[in-house]
């Protein structure tokens, strides 16, 4: 057969074969939505993808390691390749993974790259998040999508801590001591749910057994359901973007999906399974081998969890211990305090900001451009005082290894730190808001005076100035489409007493003006003439559809 006809007939095939099956699913709709999908072209929005690729090696390697581990905790010898081990009586948990470590081909590296790969996870959800409070990607109609995104935040955290758990080490078990203490702090029921959770008295005999599902499948499971749903949400309501010459609220400019987009992200894919893969090679982490197996009588000397819960230990180390017996129950304030009261107070405010903001806020249409950090000064200094404070606490949970290194007293350390927790968010809140401050009077003296040159002349008095040259238009637009929102203003006395607001209603407007006021009390204007007025108000008005009409591609 001639190799023209041969390629007619594979021709014919393919189309044959695309027809069917765009009979029974609906390939064409996708490819048409899909494949000219625009994404996002600033490297700040791959935060998000350095996450998704760090899970899916976490579930690869994960996958993996299942055939080997052993989540049991009954005595056994170890007999394995590990020397200074050998003949010790270990859990099943314990001896298992010694073998993936030194028995198992790859397994070492294998191990090292999970632990890694979930350290990454971890961080790169943390910082986008941070990304999206900081820029304002959480606003109306987005609420949901950062609801979904803090929940795998803290599904993550749970993932992280049970699986540090499992290999039944001296630094793990150590970690599981301070669990149980936590929960023993809860009142009434916190000696109900450590029997529950440990199968009977500390440390029982199902702690590695119960979770090690919760580690490989009921965690799993919930945070690929939740991926799944931020990426349809993503998909839905499109992504935001940077104010920028040809970037509004009623469009979407970035790279199409296929093949721009898609070649750039699986290079990123690659890169991070690369630097995981070196990180799981060359960097040694949770040597469990070096802390031997867990025994109830000895702790770990130096014993640091995993950074991403470093804040919690480092406040159960600052909160004094004291204890309050009421009605012949015992509340111990340390742990109670710091590890159920601390975090709930912390997520509870991360779930209710985007509300809250939109309570307070004057503007309740929809939120498609990014804001600039310095044009919220009290949102970003609120979360750099978030960010203070966590510092400190992370820092306390390290205070031994501080004074053994640097030789000063744990007292001193832990009184240096409980000082610092109380004074370094208010002083981080204040600078950081003169910074905004400082940095918006910047950007109106540049849209007033332009850019400095090299040139200096004389005038006529026998002075010096620099001379200026002016924005040109892209960075000017950049300078200028931001919204100065005023303070939600009191509502008028109604003419009819019995319609006024009262009680509960009447306080709470009042505190919502009350707020408002402080919130947005730093409003600088940039110069703008009524032309320029306009202009902007075009840009950052008329949302988008949700539909896929207002997607454009690069260039836009």
């Not at 991360?350 to 990014?370: G, M, N, T």
Request: proline content about 8%; glycine content about 10%; aromatic content about 10%.
């Amino acid at each position: 057969m001639p190799p023209a006809e041969e390629t007619a007939r594979t021709a014919d095939r393919v189309r044959r074969a695309a027809a069917a099956l765009d009979a029974r699913l609906p390939l064409a709709e996708i490819a048409k939505g899909g494949v000219r999908k625009a994404f996002p072209d600033h490297w700040s929005f791959l935060l998000g993808e350095i996450a998704l690729y760090s899970l899916i090696v976490l579930l690869l390697t994960g996958t993996w390691l299942a055939f080997f581990f052993q989540p049991s905790m009954g005595d056994v010898p170890y007999e394995g390749s590990y020397g200074p081990l050998r003949g010790l009586r270990v859990s099943e948990a314990y001896a298992s993974t010694l073998r993936i470590s030194f028995d198992v081909r790859g397994g070492l590296l294998l191990r090292q790259m999970h632990h890694w790969a979930a350290l990454v996870f971890v961080a790169a959800i943390g910082v986008h998040l941070l990304r999206i409070f900081f820029t304002g990607a959480f606003r109306r109609p987005r609420e949901v999508n950062w609801t979904v995104g803090l929940t795998m935040f803290l599904l993550a955290l749970i993932e992280g801590f049970a699986g540090y758990s499992l290999p039944d080490d001296l630094l793990s078990g150590t970690g599981l001591r301070t669990a149980q203490g936590i929960m023993l702090s809860l009142p009434v029921v916190g000696t109900y749910l450590s029997f529950f959770v440990f199968g009977g008295e500390y440390p029982g005999e199902d702690i590695v057994s119960r979770l090690y599902p919760v580690h490989i499948l009921l965690v799993p499971g919930l945070l690929l359901g939740l991926v799944t749903l931020h990426l349809l949400l993503v998909v839905h309501l499109k992504h935001t973007q940077w104010p920028g010459p040809g970037n509004t609220a009623r469009n979407v400019v970035g790279k199409p999906f296929f093949a721009q987009y898609t070649a750039k992200s699986a290079g990123l894919f690659f890169m991070v399974a690369g630097v995981l893969g070196v990180l799981g090679a060359l960097a040694q982490i949770n040597p469990v081998w070096a802390y031997g197996p867990y025994r109830t009588d000895v702790v770990s000397t130096g014993a640091q969890p995993d950074w991403y819960v470093g804040f919690l230990e480092g406040a159960l180390r600052l909160m004094p211990g004291f204890e309050t017996r009421l009605w012949g129950h015992t509340l111990m304030w340390n742990p109670l305090v710091p590890g159920v009261v601390l975090p709930g107070v912390l997520f509870t405010g991360l779930y209710a900001y985007p509300f809250f903001e939109r309570w307070i806020s004057p503007d309740k249409e929809e939120q498609h451009l990014c804001d600039r950090p310095r044009h919220r000064p009290v949102r970003t200094a609120l979360g750099v005082a978030v960010l203070a404070a966590y510092t400190v606490l992370l820092l306390a949970g390290a205070q031994d290894l501080l004074a053994f290194i640097s030789d000063i007293s744990v007292q001193a350390i832990t009184w240096t730190l409980r000082c610092a927790l109380v004074l370094a968010p208010p002083v981080a809140f204040w600078l950081t808001r003169r910074v905004c401050l400082a940095l918006q009077r910047g950007d109106i003296e540049l849209l007033e005076h332009g850019v400095e040159t090299d040139e200096v002349r004389q005038t006529v008095e026998g002075g010096y100035r620099p001379s200026h040259r002016p924005l040109n238009g892209a960075r000017r637009h950049v300078l200028l489409v931001h919204a100065v929102p005023e303070p939600v203003r009191p509502e008028p006395d109604r003419p009819d007493p019995a319609a006024r607001p009262r009680g509960v209603r009447r306080a709470a407007e009042r505190l919502r003006v009350a707020l408002s006021r402080w919130y947005y009390r730093d409003r600088l204007v940039p110069p703008m003439t009524e032309t320029h007025r306009r202009r902007v108000a075009e840009v950052l008005a008329a949302p988008r559809r949700t539909g896929r009409d207002g997607e454009t591609g690069p260039g836009s």
